[in-house]
Each structure stands twice: as structure tokens, then as C-alpha cells.
């Protein structure tokens, strides 16, 4: 938890981003040395200079296909386009196994969410055990809302860790997710999912209520609450054919902001920016502050962010796996 000396960005407005990057970059270097690692999962495609990623090594899974009842204002089922379909279990099995035997090292397990806000989970559940038991495939798990059973079922398959986004404002969750749900759903969602002892990785979006900061803060307060095992960074992007294809993201500043916000409340927790964020040149300066900031990772960087690092004599290194695994090079 954080001290009650340090200094946090809701109460210390007054404070520059270059002192507060200074102070949060001191601090992550302090605790975790002057070390970046960079991830590259195959579902989004990277290769320059400094790496290629395989394209088969980890894929991302939608259990929903292309349906989600909720059709947020961000997304409206879009992202779910570029995964792999496998609305059955039957269908889930033979694509798991499909990409184990091509060699994948890991999968996202991801999907629509029902109009309570979870996602559909437990028909499936069957076939991670199964597949859990005959490879080492990774898998990370969205799963929105959860109950008791859920988070228990993961816990027990051994999934790498559960993804859950977590919002810290009720006019968000209504006006931008649709969902009847409050802010101390989540609280009650994280709680569940900390019980269960699975790798609990949340996740706060900057900007997602139409490119405004409302509620980034209380998110993290409310993470704060847990002994999560990392926490995930992303930012709105504006996709075309959504309600926010016209919106202005926030700004790199505003998610340096949160980045190191994070740090301050979470000093002992990996940090990561994530691979949801607007494109260059707005990644650019983004991935840069987030360097400055001392964050632990990075999804799918910059080559100038890398050339950053290298720049502050940092120890680099690179994974195929997603960003939520970096609690495994940080225990």
C-alpha cells in the first residue's frame, strides 16, 4: 500500500509530470532494477528490427464468436472480430489442440460478455482442464463478473491468470458498458477472484468514458485492496464503425499519469502498459513516458520506446507471451 507521505496525483495537482515520472521511475528501479520486458503475443503482429514474433504463439480465443450482449460503446463487438471463433466446447478442444500442435505457447481465452457482464465461461471450463492437463499452453482468461464457482474452477484448472477490467465509475459502466452494475461489482469480482488464489490480473482503461479520466483513480484504489499479481495499463483507442470511432483518446501525458498513480499506490506490483492503446505517432510519446515512468513491461513497444530503454541502460528482454505473465519474471 502506499504511504500516506507519498505524493498521489488526486491531492498533488500541482506536482509536474517530469517530477512525478522521476519519482515513479526511482521507485520501480528501486524495487524491481533497471529492467524492461517487453511482450509480443502473436494476436497482434510485430516485427522490426529488434524482434519477431511467431505467429502461431499466442493466439486470442473468442468463446462468444463475434456475439456480445453488451456491445459497449468502445468496442461494440469489434475487437472480438480478430480472434478465433470457438463458440463450442467441441470447437474450443479442437482449436486448442490445433494450436498446441503448431506450436503456440500460450492463448487468451477471451469473449463477449451476457448482459450481466460476465462472460460465458463455464460450459468451457471442461476443455481447459483437459487441455491444462495434456500440454503446458498458457492461458490467460478474461472473465468479466464472476461467482464463486467460476473463480474457483479457475483457480483449480491452474489458468495463468484471470484478466478483468475494472472500472471505477458508475456513469462509465452504464453509459459506455450498457450494464446495470455498479462500481462495487467489481470490488465484489476482485474480492471473489483474490479468494480463489488464481493469478489475478486486472486491467484499468484510461479514457474509456469517451476519452475523459472518470473513475481511473478509484480503480486503482480499489485494486489496491488485493495482493493482485500485476496490474495492466491500457488506454481507449477509437476503433472505426463504434460509438467513439470520432473521439479523441486521452493523451499520453494523461496515461503517464495513471501509469505512475499506479506505481504509487502499487509499489510492489509489476506494472505493465498493455497492448490496447491508440497508434502513432500518439504511441510513440506514450510508450516513451511509460519508460520514463519505470514501468515493468510493455506490450508490443515502439522501436522508439526500445530505443529509450536502451538509451537509460536498461536490461531488456522479450516474451511471446502475454503482458499478464510478467508476475512470473518479478515474483
Known amino acids: 500500500m502506499k504511504s500516506m507521505n507519498d505524493p498521489c496525483i488526486n491531492d498533488s495537482t500541482d506536482i509536474d509530470l ?36 511467431n505467429p502461431d504463439a499466442f493466439p486470442s480465443i473468442s468463446i462468444t464468436g463475434r456475439h456480445c450482449a453488451l456491445r459497449c460503446s468502445h468496442c461494440g463487438g469489434r475487437i472480438l472480430e480478430s480472434m478465433i471463433p470457438a463458440p463450442t466446447p467441441k470447437r474450443l478442444a479442437k482449436v486448442l489442440r490445433d494450436i498446441v500442435r503448431r506450436g503456440a505457447v500460450g492463448c487468451l481465452i477471451s469473449g ?43 483457480a483449480e484448472i491452474g489458468v495463468d491468470a484471470a484478466l478483468i477490467d475494472v472500472i471505477g465509475s458508475t456513469a462509465t459502466i452504464r453509459e459506455v458498458y450498457h450494464l446495470d ?54 488506454a481507449l483507442r477509437p476503433i472505426e464503425g463504434t460509438y467513439m470511432e470520432d473521439i479523441s483518446p486521452p493523451s499520453p501525458e494523461d496515461i503517464a499519469r495513471i501509469l505512475v498513480e499506479a506505481r504509487l499506490v502499487l509499489p510492489d506490483t509489476p506494472l505493465v502498459l498493455g497492448c490496447a492503446r491508440p497508434l502513432p505517432p500518439h504511441r510513440i510519446r506514450t510508450d516513451a513516458l511509460a519508460v520514463e515512468s519505470g514501468v515493468n513491461g510493455i506490450a508490443h513497444p515502439s522501436r522508439d520506446a526500445i530505443k529509450l530503454a536502451k538509451a537509460l541502460d536498461l536490461s531488456i528482454s522479450f516474451s511471446q507471451l502475454c503482458c499478464s505473465q510478467i508476475y512470473e519474471d518479478w515474483v
Open 181 to 234: 452494475a455498479s462500481v462495487e461489482d467489481y470490488d465484489r469480482s476482485l474480492q471473489t477472484l483474490h479468494q480463489s488464489g488464481v493469478p489475478l490480473v486486472p486491467h484499468v482503461v484510461v479514457g474509456l468514458h469517451y476519452g475523459e479520466l472518470r473513475g481511473e483513480f478509484n480503480s486503482l484504489r480499489i485494486i489496491a485492496k488485493y495482493n493482485v499479481s500485476a496490474v495492466v495499463i491500457v
Open 18 to 53: 517530469e517530477t512525478l515520472l522521476r519519482l515513479s521511475r526511482e521507485r520501480s528501479w528501486r524495487r524491481f532494477g533497471r529492467r524492461i520486458k517487453f511482450y509480443v503475443p502473436s494476436f497482434i503482429r510485430y516485427e522490426n528490427e529488434y524482434y519477431r514474433c
Open 112 to 154: 463477449g460478455c451476457l448482459p450481466d457482464g460476465s462472460v460465458p465461461l463455464g460450459n468451457f471450463l471442461d476443455v481447459l482442464a483437459e487441455v491444462r492437463k495434456e500440454s503446458s499452453l498458457k492461458m490467460a482468461v478474461h472473465t468479466g463478473f464472476v461467482d464463486e464457482n467460476i473463480a474457483g474452477r479457475l
